[in-house]
């Protein structure tokens, strides 16, 4: 009987092997903070501690078709670099079909094992029963050896009925394995842990995708304005308030420029929290006054109009000092040619998509919109265009995309009335519902690195964000 006894100890070493490894080596590699979801469940997978390390999603656009067209963040990290839990998941993934591999094996030698052990079982009690009924037909001697053997066999009843038991355990552990393995796939797919060349070559070949279709909707027609958000509300009734056009998007610097004639002071802060806070700032003092509200900050420069004069002045924030100077060809000044409010706009710089942009009026345009596009290092003007709109009518304006936006009031019930094309001289009357929820607008200019509006509304800074309708070729995409 010692070779079966060494057979069931193998195979309970065995078990106990892998139970030890299920209950300890196992949590331990799932590191993963995971728990994958399953029917009927509301278990969730978790793949990432923090937003940081995801792939973002910061905008959407629709398309006419009601699909929904979405830009994807990289986070900053290499994805490439592949992190500490994809390795994880890697070598978790590979012990699993290991010990799968290995349970494989062992349910079939435990299979064939427990057809023996019944078999032994069977013969001991049978050979039970027939020592019972031998009482008196066998010798004294005999009985005695054939009873002592008996006793030295009753223990392996109880290791038997464990085995059983433990066979039972094997099945599980077997299903469990399988469902692991399972879930660990799911989790390898969501995590698309893949080898690093494939991985690398799908990021390059997303990020440029990715880079191409953000070309094409950077740019689309005007449809809708959202309803206005309210930052903060600081300052006179009159001003203009924005962020560099230029700068990465880790610079979220805001300046502030209260009143719209003689002011020179300029508050820097720090970022837009700070700039609702009304804390962390710092002041620049221009060397000349502006005039009205159409300032810009375009790549660390404030362009702005010099009072009582039509000249264009290019202040440099770093340095604090005046790098060009120049006078716009005819342009009004001084309450001359204004937008219907008054307040000295009569000349309002703006940026978009394209670059740098001035919006006045000349004597020789009988009072109506010109659009010039300027050269930013120079100030020269590079074309012009007569939209035959009438500045005095106009509420404001705002560049997107070489278009000009026109709303027809500076009041409530405003709405962005006309539209100027630079690309084909060409024009049209909208009609995009515009809410003035403080009933005066002072400033409105667009930021296309936000696609967003900014607003001075009577003492209240507000933002807007815009709906663009995108045409998209699909033509040569995979």
Request: charged fraction near 20%; charge should be neutral; glycine fraction near 6%.
């Amino acid at each position: 009987m010692s070779v079966p006894l060494l057979k069931i100890g193998a195979v309970l070493s065995t078990m106990a092997m892998v139970t030890n490894w299920m209950s300890q080596t196992l949590p331990s590699l799932v590191g993963l903070n995971s728990t994958v979801s399953r029917a009927g469940s509301s278990e969730k997978i978790t793949l990432f501690q923090s937003p940081e390390e995801g792939w973002q999603l910061y905008t959407s656009a629709q398309a006419p078709d009601g699909k929904c067209i979405c830009t994807a963040v990289i986070p900053a990290q290499s994805t490439c670099a592949r992190d500490g839990r994809s390795r994880e998941l890697r070598q978790l993934m590979e012990k699993v079909q290991n010990v799968s591999q290995s349970m494989e094996v062992l349910e079939l030698r435990t299979f064939r094992d427990l057809q023996y052990v019944r078999s032994m079982e069977t013969l001991m009690r049978s050979l039970d029963a027939r020592l019972r009924a031998a009482d008196g037909s066998v010798s004294a001697k005999s009985f005695q050896e054939l009873k002592d053997r008996m006793t030295e066999l009753l223990p392996l009843s109880s290791v038997l009925e464990q085995y059983k038991a433990d066979t039972r355990t094997i099945v599980r552990l077997r299903e469990e394995v399988r469902n692991l393995s399972s879930s660990l796939a799911a989790i390898q797919e969501e995590m698309g842990a893949y080898g690093y060349e494939d991985l690398q070559q799908r990021v390059m070949a997303l990020e440029a995708r990715l880079h191409a279709c953000a070309q094409k909707l950077g740019c689309g027609k005007l449809t809708g304005v959202s309803n206005p958000i309210t930052i903060r509300a600081m300052g006179s009734r009159f001003g203009s308030w924005m962020t560099d056009t230029m700068a990465p998007s880790a610079d979220s610097r805001v300046w502030y420029m209260d009143g719209y004639y003689k002011g020179r002071r300029v508050l820097e802060f720090r970022t837009l929290g700070d700039f609702i806070k009304g804390q962390n700032f710092i002041q620049h003092l221009l060397p000349q006054p502006w005039a009205g509200t159409g300032h810009v900050v375009y790549n660390g420069s404030l362009f702005y109009n010099k009072y009582q004069s039509n000249v264009v002045v290019k202040y440099h924030f770093r340095s604090r000092s005046v790098l060009v100077q120049r006078s716009l060809p005819g342009a009004g000044y001084n309450n001359t040619f204004p937008y219907s409010w008054g307040g000295f706009s009569d000349m309002d710089f703006m940026v978009d998509e394209s670059g740098l942009w001035a919006v006045y009026t000349t004597n020789q345009n009988a009072g109506n919109i010109v659009v010039s596009r300027l050269d930013p290092h120079t100030l020269e003007v590079v074309r012009s265009w007569d939209t035959g709109y009438p500045k005095r009518s106009a509420g404001e304006a705002f560049m997107i995309c070489g278009v000009l936006y026109v709303t027809n009031s500076h009041l409530a019930g405003a709405k962005v009335y006309f539209a100027y094309f630079t690309n084909t001289s060409s024009y049209e009357y909208t009609d995009v519902p515009f809410h003035n929820q403080y009933s005066h607008i002072s400033m409105l200019d667009y930021n296309p690195r936000e696609r967003a509006l900014y607003t001075w509304n009577n003492g209240h800074q507000v933002l807007y964000n815009v709906t663009l309708f995108h045409v998209i070729s699909t033509a040569g995409d995979p």
